[in-house]
């Protein structure tokens, strides 16, 4: 009772309460994600421990175990990446071509991502320069990828869009801090591998939280398209149902055939074939992109229902000059 007096009595306190549940609501809201994986993954290691998946079948375990990889185990304290540790590369041309074609579906993953994040977090379209910056920064990454033997390339992370969508924090040292972790990490193997032995559900359940972020944020572009009009529907339906079938179609003939639809004398050809259309974003790209400069516009439609005619000019902004200037950008990170 003296608590609630002193309270009532206290008004300026009373003033500050609203502000400081606010504080922490927002801070839950930042770590949402990362209190639900500790939690959930917690739980599927007391699970493992206790032996509740000693007598399931195969796919549980592999799925729900904490342990069925047996990274932990297996990994090194200490690994000292180098370049060429697997050895001396080798080149070919189809092998080569094949990288390329990879490359390309990473580029077109990518540039979408690039705009989704700078949708969400609020900041200026993205100019043409800071896009072409961003691609070559990303070739530069596969180049070193390729250099230590990683054996993936670099590509923007969909998840992270989502996440910078969730919590709303989109600042350069976020990405700066996530890097060195990274770079930690897989000097430190057995950190590496306990990171890296989370079940797949647990995954899965990020990707139906966090990728539906991106999408909306895809979605909102289409604002500045006459989505009223029947030239728009029938590329924007016909492009989104491509998109999923036939990619689906390709890796389900790979699954059943042990190789592509398309099976021709050349390998390199049959990868690159696979690679492209084997990718939901490249196909609904290639397909919107030719109805859209293919597709007359009929007699209820013009070319304006596209939006082409809209010419953004934020990109010569004084606010777009300092967000994406590479100079400015460094000086933002640094100090």
């Known amino acids: 009772m003296p608590l609630v007096f002193y309270l009532v009595g206290n008004q300026r306190l009373l003033q500050f309460l609203p502000r400081i549940w606010k504080a922490k609501k927002e801070i839950a809201g930042q770590v949402a994600i990362i209190l639900s994986v500790a939690i959930v993954w917690t739980y599927a290691e007391i699970l493992t421990v206790a032996g509740a998946y000693d007598n399931t ?3 549980t375990q592999m799925n729900c175990r904490t342990d069925s990889s047996g990274l932990i185990g297996a990994a090194p304290w200490i690994k000292n990446p180098h370049p060429f540790q697997w050895g001396t590369p080798i080149f070919e041309a189809g092998d080569a071509l094949s990288m390329m074609a990879a490359s390309l579906v990473a580029v077109i993953e990518s540039s979408g991502t690039f705009y989704a994040s700078s949708k969400l977090s609020g900041a200026p379209p993205i100019p043409p320069y800071a896009l072409t910056r961003g691609i070559g920064i990303q070739g530069i990454g596969t180049m070193i990828d390729a250099v230590f033997g990683a054996g993936n390339g670099s590509t923007a992370s969909v998840e992270d869009a989502g996440l910078l969508g969730l919590t709303h924090v989109g600042s350069r040292r976020v990405v700066i801090v996530s890097a060195i972790f990274m770079v930690f990490l897989s000097v430190l193997g057995k950190v590496g591998a306990f990171f890296a032995s989370i079940p797949l559900p647990i995954v899965g359940a990020l990707h139906t939280v966090l990728f539906p972020y991106v999408a909306s944020a895809g979605l909102q572009y289409l604002e500045f398209c006459n989505v009223n009009s029947f030239r728009s529907k029938l590329i924007l339906g016909f492009s989104l149902f491509m998109g999923l079938s036939v990619p689906q179609y390709f890796k389900e003939y790979v699954f059943l055939s042990g190789h592509g ?28 992109f030719f109805l859209d400069r293919t ?32 100079i400015t950008s460094l000086g933002d990170m640094c100090s």
């Open 57 to 59: 079948t195969q796919e």
């Open 261 to 288: 639809p398309v099976n021709t004398g050349t390998t390199w050809f049959n990868d690159i074939m696979q690679v492209i259309f084997s990718s939901p974003p490249t196909v609904a790209l290639i397909v919107a």
């Open 295 to 326: 597709h007359t516009p009929g007699a209820c439609s013009t070319w304006k229902d596209s939006g082409r005619y809209l010419k953004d000019k934020s990109d010569e902004s004084e606010k777009t000059k300092e967000i994406y200037d590479f």
